[in-house]
């Protein structure tokens, strides 16, 4: 594995092309009963189109705060975000709603399926939201379903489904707006270690077909799949590496 040399970049320049996100002296502070908590301290992070990145650190090390705020979920308390060469961390919620479904395809550890709907439905709910046509949001969802290779369960509801079919269709659904980045929480949480090494090998066939990858993880097999990992300590970049097969 080979360390990383830090960035070089100067507040108010716009990121090269093939920087998909970009954070500049990103700062989290949060305010516990008048106690104020630094999540994140300084952090600086480039990653780059089609890259596939697990961030990694103890528990309070800062990395779900960091994955918030690169899913435009929460904004900095100081510094900068560059997503896809637009700075967004000073935008509006509103703003920031936009981004997020136009960019952005989260997977989380509790898939966060409807229960009654159907394997499609579920699929097309973000298409629903950008106001694609019905059958527009058919076809691209039944396109998604079938990259996860869920084509012969699109009418099956979740508690017909497997946890490693669930999750299969939760990666579709962040897949269906063909967003720039895939945010991954913990995507093998509930799943057992076997289905887990499917869900994690389904991510690599996703990489190398060009998706960029950014997953949240404490575990080291899981990271292990990932071709870059940044390690956080106490709101800080500890170390930021390439492993072996890149």
Not at 138 to 156: I, S
Not at 191 to 218: C, P, R, Y
Request: aromatic share 4%.
């Amino acid at each position: 594995m080979t360390a990383l040399r830090p960035m070089e970049f100067n507040t108010g320049d716009t990121p090269l092309p093939d920087i998909i996100i970009l954070t500049h002296s990103l700062t989290r502070d949060y305010d516990m009963g008048g106690e104020i908590v630094h999540a994140l301290r300084g952090i600086d992070v480039q990653i780059k189109r089609n890259e596939f990145v697990a961030c990694m650190g103890p528990s309070g090390s800062g990395k779900s705060t960091l994955m918030n705020l690169i899913g435009c979920l929460d904004t900095p308390t100081a510094g900068e975000y560059w997503l896809n060469g637009q700075k967004v961390s000073d935008l509006s919620d509103d703003e920031l709603a936009r981004i997020r479904n136009k960019e952005i395809g989260f997977v989380f550890q509790t898939f966060n399926l409807l229960p009654r709907a159907s394997a499609l439905h579920n699929v097309e709910l973000p298409l629903i939201y950008a106001g694609e046509s019905a059958k527009a949001r058919r076809e691209q969802a039944a396109r998604a379903l079938e990259r996860v290779q869920l084509a012969d369960r699109m009418d099956h509801r979740p508690n017909e489904l497997s946890g490693g079919q669930r999750q299969r269709v939760a990666i579709a659904r962040a897949l269906v707006n063909n967003p720039s980045i895939l945010l991954a929480d913990e995507p093998t949480g509930n799943l057992d270690s076997a289905t887990g090494e499917e869900i994690m090998k389904l991510f690599e066939e996703l990489w190398s077909a060009g998706q960029t990858i950014v997953l949240v993880t404490h575990e080291h097999d899981i990271a292990a799949h990932a071709r870059r990992q940044i390690h956080l300590r106490d709101g800080k970049v500890e170390r930021d590496e390439r492993m072996g097969q890149q």
